[in-house]
């Protein structure tokens, strides 16, 4: 079946410092979405990428989805401790099924 | 700001039970989905549902697993049979259209099977 991997698995960065997550699908995606969860909490939307090669921004976050539609990454600059929490990507491949990766645990080190 | 509801918060039960984990998704919302998370994994897809009927299913979503949504706002997920690996946390999830998608999670239900 389909599966979603991420790498890193964990990442302590000190307060400033950039932040990248990587996010592998096995078979190609119709769209895929990025979520955070802070410790003890749930999902929280961030974005949803659908076109190959696209590139959204949100303050200090970049996301991107890859030119075949198989990978995507987000970007942290300057990372802030509010920034602590485990990010997941969730890929469709058109239906209703989101499979979410395996998540990248960030810690910020003040 | 809507947002989707989940009771109970923590519900224990012993291994062989049924449960019921009851949600109330955000009014307008059509698609309606349940994941799981064993702590500190990551988040499994169990099933969606739209239009009163299941949309997806994942290989988790057995015959002990069924969905339904008896009113207009109330959705369930029923586990006729817990068993002990069935402790998790368990998400609900509400989309729509409009919001391209856009899932919004509830806050979950802790279930632990003794």
Redesign the interface.
Known sequence: ?QQVMQIPQYQHVQEGEDFTTYCNSSTTLS?I?W?K?RPG?????LI?L?KSGEVKKQKRLTFQFGEAKKNSSLHITATQTTDVGTY?C?GSSG?????????TRLKVLA | EPEVTQTPSHQVTQMGQEVILRCVPISNHLYFYWYRQILGQKVEFLVSFYNNEISEKSEIFDDQFSVERPDGSNFTLKIRSTKLEDSAMYFCASSDRQSSYEQYFGPGTRLTVT
């Not at chain 1, 909490?41 to 939307?45: L, N």
């Not at chain 1, 239906?95 to 998540?103: E, H």
């Open positions: 079946g769209n979405q979520y969860q909490g749930h999902p929280v939307f949803q659908v997941f969730a239906t209703y099924k989101y499979i979410f990766g395996t998540g």
